[in-house]
């Protein structure tokens, strides 16, 4: 089913966020996470696309199971490395196994400056564009509700956003935030720009304190103090952080659903114990606001 139609027809989605493995051997325990997830009964879950397409192959074949369990899944799709010989390779084999939603990503640049992107793409909007005139799928995008690093304003990055959604974008996810405000100000200049899609809001539970520099580093993300105190109170202890950072995604998310947010998007990180939790602390909330 296309995710376009689902949320046409739910006043709340609900989805988890999953990635393959960098080795084959570790391929199983993916799979089995996307089984746990699944008893949840998401609304759809999605599927990462490795940096330079180096688990593209795993990415199509998890979508395909996660197919066959009965799940609605959605398939990452970067191009900012890849030429448009690779990427239509990518979506016919997408065809061929009946998946029907993509999410379209340029993708980051290397930290390198010096490292060449050969890629045939510079910008996420021709991506949709190919994607759109290769098949009837549902494609998503992603966006940044405190701003994309790269693009110098806020301004500036909405009308990048505007002008991705314009080529044919159904729905957007975003990037993990930490203040809720940060969002509901977003999602304001986003109307005032015309942006009308539906925004599932990406919650990322961070569980220990080496995993959030690596967060912060990718998404720039404001930390408010709340959190700050939160992860300087427990950060050095593993099973306490977890807790405590289950407790702060809680928060997150029964405070955005009672805001009227349309999709709650979780960034999984392959622990379905995490979510888990999370989704037994919400779950009345979630069945009230569907």
Known sequence: MKISEILQNRKLSVSFE??????????????????????????????????????????????SHIQEIGVTPLAHLTCLSS??????AIIDELKIRGI?????????????????????????????????AAGDFCVGG??????????????????NLKAKVDAGISFLTTQMFF???????????????????????????VTNGAQLKRMVDLSNAYLPPKFLALVDRFGDD????KQAGIAYATEQIIDLITNGVR??????????????KIMDNVSDIVKVAR
Request: charged share 25%; proline share 7%; with cysteine.
């Open 18 to 63: 999953i990635f393959p493995p960098k080795q084959d051997s570790a391929y199983d325990a993916v799979i089995g996470c996307a089984d746990a997830l699944a008893r949840y009964k998401p609304d759809f879950i999605s599927v990462t696309y490795g940096a330079g397409g180096g688990t593209s192959a795993n990415t199509v074949r998890i979508a």
């Open 83 to 88: 030429t448009k010989l690779e990427v239509r």
């Open 100 to 132: 029907e939603n993509v999410l379209a990503l340029r993708g980051d640049r290397p930290k390198d400056s010096s490292i060449a992107t050969p890629g045939d793409y510079a910008h996420a909007d021709d991506l949709v564009r190919d994607i759109k």
């Open 142 to 159: 992603a966006c940044y509700p405190e701003g994309h690093p790269e693009s110098g304003n806020k301004d500036r990055d909405l009308d």
């Open 179 to 205: 203040d809720n405000n940060m969002l509901y100000s977003f999602l304001y200049r986003a109307q005032a720009k015309g942006i009308t899609v539906p925004v599932l809001a990406g919650i990322m539970p």
């Open 238 to 241: 593993n099973d306490a952080m």
């Open 263 to 276: 999709g709650i998007h979780i960034y999984a990180m392959n622990k379905p114990d995490v979510v888990a």
